[in-house]
T-cell receptor
Framework: EAGVTQFPSHSVIEKGQTVTLRCDPI?????LYWYRRVMGKEIKFLLH????????ESGMPNNRFLAERTGGTYSTLKVQPAELEDSGVYFC???????????FGSGTRLTVV | EDQVTQSPEALRLQEGESSSLNCSYT??????LFWYRQDPGKGPEFLFT???AGEEKEKERLKATLTKKESFLHITAPKPEDSATYLC????????????FGKGTRLSVIA
């Protein structure tokens, strides 16, 4: 089966610009998660979708971040406007049911300059 | 606050030199502890889940164990292809955060 796909793999943008990250989960996986790792820190949870609904968005840092999941399929994470501290690697993961052995994508490395 | 600490931060081993990685946790109530492997430029890859103290899981040269305060990932006779960052994460009864990760241990196995 195809894995979790994220794109772009890398993005370099200027402070104040907008960036949209995309995640295509494994087909049939209702649960989709976004995580982020900033340099020198641990991977941290951002939010969790069950199908198209936001189950938990307690990890979203502020209202500059907006996540959507269209029709319960792919998801986008938009950062607008981007700040320097938003730089990091953004990971998406998906699972069947509420299982934590879920499958991660390779991540999008975001650099804000 | 739930916390996961991994040690050492980095470990360099000769091929065949067995060792252990440590993951200590402070949580209000543990639902499960997870080990992942991460290669450069890739996402974390699931290895094991442990649920209760005394539980052990094995996969090839890796063996994970769990106590009430920590988990160990034992690597027996490692090979260069075992080089990666190993991540520990916990799922707890407090709050809604699915997983709380440690910073990881970077393992290098030299031929």
């Amino acid at each position: 089966e195809a894995g979790v796909t994220q794109f772009p793999s890398h993005s370099v943008i200027e402070k104040g610009q907008t960036v949209t990250l995309r995640c295509d989960p494994i087909s049939g996986h209702d649960n989709l998660y976004w995580y982020r790792r900033v340099m020198g820190k641990e991977i941290k949870f951002l939010l969790h979708f069950v199908k198209e609904s936001k189950q938990d968005e307690s990890g979203m840092p502020n209202n500059r971040f907006l996540a959507e999941r269209t029709g319960g399929t792919y998801s986008t994470l938009k950062v607008q406007p981007a700040e320097l501290e938003d730089s990091g690697v953004y990971f998406c993961a998906s699972s069947v049911g509420n299982s934590y052995g879920y499958t991660f994508g390779s991540g999008t490395r975001l650099t804000v300059v | 606050e739930d916390q996961v600490t991994q040690s050492p931060e980095a470990l360099r081993l000769q091929e065949g030199e067995s060792s252990s990685l440590n993951c200590s946790y402070t949580v209000s109530g543990l639902r499960g502890l997870f080990w992942y492997r991460q290669d450069p430029g890739k996402g974390p890859e699931f290895l094991f889940t442990l649920y209760s103290a005394g539980e052990e899981k094995e996969k090839e040269r890796l063996k994970a164990t769990l106590t009430k305060k920590e988990s160990f990932l034992h690597i027996t006779a490692p090979k260069p292809e075992d080089s990666a960052t190993y991540l520990c994460a916990v799922h707890t009864y407090s709050g809604n955060t699915p997983l709380v990760f440690g910073k990881g241990t970077r393992l290098s196995v030299i031929a």
